[in-house]
């Protein structure tokens, strides 16, 4: 059914004006709704892990090794061949041997005897792969290469 006040009458043939006319009229014009914006929220990334540190480092002549780190350790996976020492007094390189923590940051050693040393002071030498790493973030300690003990 045309409407009236469109300016149609029903039973009028529907002229090209008349058609437009209508399209005018009958079109529905419904707002646009656009989607909300979503609110900006930072995405929150985690710190990487503090790097464990070598904090100190004492040496009894021929006997241990103490070494003290700034967190608490864990040495189940402890690898001893990556943990040398040389003693330029008693002219021996040791590696590490058993090892026992007395505390959670500290790791005591026995020495074995692995060779001969002709240098100076006391050397303290650890690779990456020595299997010590912080307990509550698993961070593997890097390592030194020729720390003169005692440290610090």
Do not use: H
């Not at 006997?63 to 864990?74: E, H, K, P």
């Amino acid at each position: 059914m045309l409407s009236a006040e469109c300016g149609v009458n029903a039973n009028s043939a529907l002229s090209t004006q008349s058609a437009a006319l209508l399209k005018r009229c009958f079109v529905l014009k419904i707002p646009i709704q656009y989607q909300k914006r979503r609110d900006f929220k930072p995405r929150i990334i985690a710190p990487p892990p503090v790097a464990l540190v070598l904090s100190a480092a004492s040496y009894v002549s021929g006997v241990s090794l103490t070494l003290t780190f700034s967190r608490a350790i864990n040495v189940a996976g402890l690898s001893p061949t990556q943990i040398t020492f040389r003693d330029a007094t008693q002219e021996r390189t040791y590696r590490a041997g058993t090892v026992s923590t007395p505390s959670a940051n500290v790791a005591q050693f026995t020495l074995v005897q692995i060779g001969m040393f002709a240098g100076g002071g006391y050397l303290l030498n650890a690779t990456a792969s020595n299997g010590i790493v912080a307990t509550n973030d698993g961070s593997a300690w890097a390592g030194v290469a020729n720390r003169s003990l005692p440290f610090p």
